[in-house]
């Protein structure tokens, strides 16, 4: 149970709503995966978990609690009050707060203003983009400008001439090292400096950045070894004939351009060894990447603590750690060894088809970047691009069947739902470093063994990872059941790993249709008492209620249609929440799928 008293925010700004306790109940919602070991008490105040949960994913508060019913109002309330108290104590560096208070001591008025007035570390680092698919128009004279600082756990971005779209807005990203989430922010400028306008900073990770950011936000930068309209756009390969006019054009006017003029160290873009890194400098091992890898490596590092939170949060993260941690760098080998004998027979023709799926989906978005690449002047690309999508296919199946979470936001990728995790060589493979650092903090020897690790000792630290999952994943002794095949209604529930478990031996059609993430959010309320019962968490009991429930608008779908459009008004669901246009739209195909299917 999430009481009161545990949410309370501690020293540090962290919510003491810890996962080792919430693992209580989080599974109760879908009775098939939980062994005896999880049925416990259920009590209201998950909804207060469940919304804490997604008020930190989505990284954004709706402040509608009067129209919430009051039960729900109270818990909201309550929810905001101690978010606000629980201030993030914001690490050293130059982040959004420090932007803001230039803002208001220096009085900046305008975009030139502001990136005169940034610290020279920011200035110093950038992306040059000359042809953008975001809210800000680019060119090659003009290009928009990516400042990401020293470690790009602070963005800034803005382009070059009146004409383009986006010119008095100035676009930023912080990494909250606390919640480990991305907050996107939109600063617009006043059209003229002077006047009695001010700057209008928007709220935080505003609806229409979720549209390509996402929500929770992550950012969107093409993966490697190629960045499709990014000057340097192919990684350690010379520059096109259109890159090298483009860029000696925007270098012509840089230096005394109003916003351009403040970037510090452009020569490095003048410079033909800033792409192709020289023979010398890989020799004498300086690590230099020109500046796209740059940011890629950066925001991939980022990227990678985001997403083993999000691991981390999960109830059965404590019982598939050693799993997850194994599969992170693909070092020690296959799902299999994982896996106690019996599970891994239910899961192996899921995990085959996982990775065929995702094969494609890949395959289908290197398609697409190679022809990008093409059309913007480029010499044509091999359409693999040297991808190692698969790399993460194994981890990505575990977190999607027994966990039970999306991976379609993972990717740096614009196009959501592609899964390539390519990254240069790194001495330390980013989300193995992050989740050992995890599993570390309850498991000291995990941290011994990974330090003292050599072949020649047989590899103790994968056997030790190998063992230790298994026992946590096999049949308790106390003769409850084990775990637990992986939740056959999860994102996976296509893997058809259900049909093996006993109880849903006659798996209806309707289990077997992926569910969106945020039903989570309707079962919170509907199958807790504070809203009127609703099986959400049950695919075969919703889906006959979905036909034959009468309500206000017809049947129940009719009804679930209406609460989830605009129309509802303050009858809108989820109650007191907004969610983005992907996760309404993934509910609505949900429903629609379950009211259609075959029982
Ligand atoms: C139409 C899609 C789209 C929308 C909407 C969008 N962006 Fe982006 N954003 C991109 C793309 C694509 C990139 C990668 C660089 C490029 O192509 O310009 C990007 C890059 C960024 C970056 C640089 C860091 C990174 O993620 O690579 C920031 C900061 C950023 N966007 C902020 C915002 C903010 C703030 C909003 C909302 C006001 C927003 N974006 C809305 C598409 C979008
Ligand atoms: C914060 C709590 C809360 C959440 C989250 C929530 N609901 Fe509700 N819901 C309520 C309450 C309270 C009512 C009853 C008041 C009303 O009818 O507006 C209700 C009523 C409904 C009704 C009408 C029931 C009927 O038979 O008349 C539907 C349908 C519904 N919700 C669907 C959903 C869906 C779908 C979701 C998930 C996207 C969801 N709700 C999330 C609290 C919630």
Not at 26 to 34: E, N
Not at 112 to 117: D, N, P, R, S, T
Not at 351 to 366: G, I, K, M, V
Not at 416 to 436: H, I, S, V
Request: charged share 20%; proline share 6%.
């Amino acid at each position: 149970m999430c009481a009161t008293s545990r949410l309370a925010p501690r020293k540090d700004g962290k919510i003491a709503c810890d996962y080792t306790w919430l693992t209580d109940n989080m599974f109760t919602g879908s009775g098939a995966r939980c062994g005896s070991r999880f049925a416990k008490q259920q009590s209201l105040t998950s909804v207060q978990r469940d919304l804490l949960n997604t008020i930190l994913e989505a990284g954004q508060v709706m402040r509608r609690c009067a129209l919430a019913a009051a039960a729900v109002r109270r818990t909201l309330c309550l929810l905001l009050g101690l978010l606000g108290a629980a201030a993030p104590g914001q690490a050293a560096g130059f982040n959004f707060a420090s932007l803001q208070s230039l803002l208001s001591r220096q009085d900046i008025e305008s975009v030139e203003e502001l990136i005169a007035a940034l610290p020279a570390a920011q200035r110093s680092r950038y992306a040059l983009v000359f042809e953008s698919r975001s809210l800000q128009g680019a060119s090659l004279e003009n290009p928009r400008v990516i400042l990401y600082g020293a470690d790009a756990r602070f963005i800034v971005t803005y382009n070059g001439s009146p004409a383009q779209r986006g010119f008095r807005v100035v676009e930023t990203m912080e990494f909250d090292d606390d919640s480990k989430e991305f907050r996107l922010r939109e600063l617009l400028f006043p059209e003229r400096a002077a006047g009695v306008d001010k700057v209008v900073v928007s709220e935080l990770n505003p609806a229409r950045c979720a549209r390509c950011h996402g929500a929770p936000a992550r950012p969107v930068w093409d993966t490697f070894p190629l960045w499709p309209g990014a000057y340097g756009e192919r990684y350690r390969a010379r520059l096109s004939a259109r890159e090298r006019t483009g860029l000696s054009a925007f270098l012509a006017l840089q230096p005394t351009h109003p916003r351009y003029g403040q970037l510090l160290g452009a020569k490095r873009f003048a410079d033909p060894q800033t792409f192709r890194s020289s023979a010398l400098t890989q020799y004498a091992g300086i690590p230099e990447e020109p500046p796209n890898a740059e940011l890629a490596i950066d925001l991939g590092r980022l990227q990678a603590q985001s997403i083993a939170r999000q691991l981390v949060r999960q109830p059965a993260f404590d019982l598939y750690r050693y799993a997850l941690l194994g599969l992170a760098d693909n070092a020690c080998g296959r799902l299999a060894d994982f896996y106690p004998e019996a599970l891994w027979r239910t899961q192996r023709h899921g995990l085959e088809r996982f990775a065929r799926d995702t094969a494609a989906t890949n395959a289908r978005q290197a398609q697409l970047k190679a022809a990008r690449a093409a059309s913007s002047g480029g010499a044509a690309v091999a359409a693999d691009g040297g991808t190692s999508g698969n790399a993460l296919v194994q981890l990505r199946f575990v977190a999607e069947s027994a966990l039970g979470i999306s991976t379609q936001n993972w990717t740096l990728a614009l196009e959501k739902g592609t899964y390539d995790f390519t990254m240069p060589p790194l001495p330390a493979q980013p989300l193995r470093e992050t989740l050992l650092a995890e599993v570390a903090a309850r498991d000291a020897a995990v941290r011994d063994l990974s330090l003292y690790r050599t072949s020649s000792d047989g590899d103790r630290y994968c056997s030790y990872l190998k063992r230790r999952s298994r026992a946590a994943l096999a049949p308790a002794e106390d003769g409850a059941q084990g775990v637990i095949a992986p939740d056959p209604a999860s994102p996976l529930g296509r893997a058809g790993g259900a049909a093996t478990t006993g109880a849903l031996a006659n798996a209806p059609a309707a289990a077997s249709i992926t569910r969106p993430a945020a039903l989570q959010l309707c079962v919170s309320c509907h199958e807790t008492g504070v809203a009127p019962q609703l099986p959400f968490s049950d695919p075969t009991q919703l889906t006959r209620q979905l036909r034959v429930r009468p309500s206000a608008h017809g049947t129940l779908i009719e009804e679930i249609r209406f609460r989830l459009s605009a129309a509802a008004g303050a009858q809108h669901m989820p109650l007191g929440l907004n969610l983005s246009d992907a996760d309404r739209e993934s509910l609505e195909a949900y429903f629609a799928a379950l009211a259609a299917s075959s029982n």
